[in-house]
């Protein structure tokens, strides 16, 4: 085999031939070795069983001893020499001195090798084939980032592509713990056996070679979970936390934003391919609010309405309609500017201004209520100019300018 860094070949060979030893003995000595037990169903109904040797948490579960080891401070030496090897350290930078570099590359190569031997007898072919691996990683011309979060509150047919490199698909049978054995304990309750609780969110992207730093996965999925609420009006959570790999090799478990995470109520719902493009067109649009302090304030109250108790649902509803279509005309104009954008006739916008009266004259929100202003959010992300939207609304209202189409009137011709 060619390698590239003969020095780091021979002390991450080193410690994989003592990892082995110890893990080992302690098995001589009476520890137990987990398994799982596998069913493959064949051909015409017959199915094979496999015994499966879980070497990963096992040796998870001695990663003190391990990394105590002699060979263990050698291998950690020649990494931190390794440019390459940094992101590993970075995307762990709660964490000091050597512990990210032992949790996302030292230990794991020893699983692998495990593994690929189905124990602890040792074979030159898994650990050559496991190094190999690595240095593809380390050394390679472009490295592939990822990041998966749980994601509870819809059901899915197919895979959605929300953006670039950025997509809902179902969750594998055992993907998570795969690389993760912790992993089943981070997860929502139900998860992989619900019906709204069978999918995940997922980012990937290329990374440089030197690229030091990961992407800020959190923020992303959480813009991603806000447009799918906005698009379907669904208790959408993702985590409580998402998992990181790099070059599929596992690399952080990190908490998803607080917002992001907590599963608002409501009843769950079905993704269909009208409201996926509808949540991809959000979440393009949603970076504009960076530019419009207004319509990020009418974002956040609406989404912390989500979670809020009456009488705090209802006035954080009215604060998001204020700061959305009022401005310094305050509440009443923004409901009637609301009931022009969202009405196709004139019945149509005379239902939705009673709604909203309803709630300027500080009623409690009820559903439609509620769903009008998450409807008023929508359109006016989908228009992208907020401002001259306002203008806009108020000219129609006068009868000098049409009324703007609406995101669905839009999509419809």
Sequence with gaps: MAVRAP?????????CLAGFSLLGNDVEGGAELPFAFEEHSGRGGSALYEYRP??????ESRAERLGALADARLALDDLRREPAAAIYATAHSG???????????????????????????????????????????LFGSRRAYAAVAPLVGLSLGTQVELADGLRIRLVAAGELAAHWPEANGLLPAGFGSEPDRLCVLELECPLAPNERHVPDAPAELADAVSA??????????????????????????RPVLPIAATEPGGEPTRLDAFRARLASDLLARLGRAEDDPELAEALDRW???????????SEQLREALVA??????????ASVRAAVLLGET?????????????????????????????KAVVETLAHGDRP????????????????PAGYFAALAS
């Design 7 to 15: 020095h780091l070949y021979r002390s991450l060979r080193c410690f």
């Design 54 to 59: 879980l070497t990963r948490s096992y040796v």
């Design 95 to 137: 964490k000091n001195g050597d512990e990210p570099l032992l949790r996302t590359i030292v230990l794991p190569m020893l699983a692998d090798v495990a593994e690929a031997c189905g124990g602890f007898d040792w074979s030159d072919e898994a650990f050559d084939r496991a190094y190999g691996e690595l240095e593809r990683s």
């Design 228 to 253: 799918l609420r906005l698009a379907t009006a669904a208790p959408v959570a993702a985590g409580p936390v998402l998992f990181e790999r790099l070059d599929w090799r596992p690399l952080a478990i």
């Design 303 to 313: 989404e912390l309405s989500l979670f809020a108790d009456e009488p705090f649902r």
């Design 324 to 333: 959305l279509l009022g401005g310094p005309d305050g509440l009443w104009a």
């Design 346 to 374: 004139g019945r149509d916008r005379a239902e939705q201004l009673g709604l909203l009266r309803g709630l300027a004259r500080g009623e409690t929100a009820g559903a439609g209520a509620a769903d009008a202003v998450r």
């Design 388 to 403: 001259g939207l306002v203008s806009t609304l108020d000219d129609a209202l006068l009868g000098v300018r049409p009324r």
